[in-house]
């Protein structure tokens, strides 16, 4: 690790810390006079996310610092990342329930302990902003789009200049050109295709058939008998 991310960690470390300290000092003042007021049990319940955030946040931070020693952000940065916003969206929402309280309980409450706490979560969102976007960004490369561009032509222009091999290496052999359409029909004559024959009736020869003529009279001999 070179002098200047150490120093920035170190910075980040510290104002994170004090920032969780604040939250830590008024979140229980806060809570004291809560019980002082009030019944302990109902206090404890009004109470309980925030010090679920409280805890949530210094389990992140503790996280945080011992990936940065391990040098381990670039393999447990998605994870780390997922941990730091969940808190973060914890930390704003108690640093409005923080003055909304002061705001309308300002009898019963400390101001400087409202103040406190809601100080403190803030600090630590705006530090976990910080968090957010150094550690999102560990790991991924540059990206160089004129670089992949020619990258992308230079594959292109090979790929077209080399002919896809035949199987056992084999140059493999030109296509045959197709051969022309055939004309489907009659086989042509004089410039024509001539229809197949139609079947024709006779009406003279089937009346022939029906209705054979009468025998010719018979020639010689003698004549009928009236």
């Known amino acids: 690790m070179d002098i ?18 604040m939250a830590l000092g008024g979140t229980g003042q806060l809570h004291r006079d809560c019980a002082d007021r009030f019944s302990n049990d ?25 990936l940065v020693v391990a040098n381990g952000l670039e393999k447990f940065r998605i994870p780390l990342v997922a ?6 969206v914890r930390t704003m929402e108690e640093a409005e329930a923080a003055l909304t309280l002061r705001d309308q309980n300002s009898r019963f409450v400390s101001d400087s302990a409202a103040d406190s706490a809601a100080g403190g979560f803030v600090l630590m969102s ?7 976007a150094v550690v999102g960004s560990t790991g991924v490369p540059d990206v160089n789009l004129q670089q992949m561009n020619n990258r992308l032509r230079e594959l292109l ?20 050109p197709a051969p022309p359409p055939q004309a489907v029909g009659y086989p042509k004559h004089d410039g ?26 018979p020639t010689g001999g003698a004549a009928p008998h009236v």
């Open 83 to 88: 941990f730091v916003v969940l808190s973060t």
């Open 4 to 21: 200047a991310r150490a120093l920035g960690v170190g910075i980040i470390a510290v104002l994170e810390v004090l920032g969780w300290l």
């Open 126 to 132: 705006m530090i976990n902003f910080l968090v957010i």
């Open 42 to 66: 109902g206090c404890r319940d009004e109470f309980r996310s925030t010090w679920w955030s409280v805890f949530l946040q210094f389990l992140v931070l503790l996280g945080v610092l011992i």
């Open 157 to 176: 222009a090979r790929r077209q200049e080399t002919p896809a091999p035949a199987a056992d290496g084999a140059t493999a052999p030109a296509p045959a």
């Open 192 to 217: 024509f295709n001539p229809q197949p024959p139609q079947p024709t009736f006779d009406y003279t020869q089937q009346q022939q058939q029906a209705y054979p003529p009468p025998p010719p009279p």
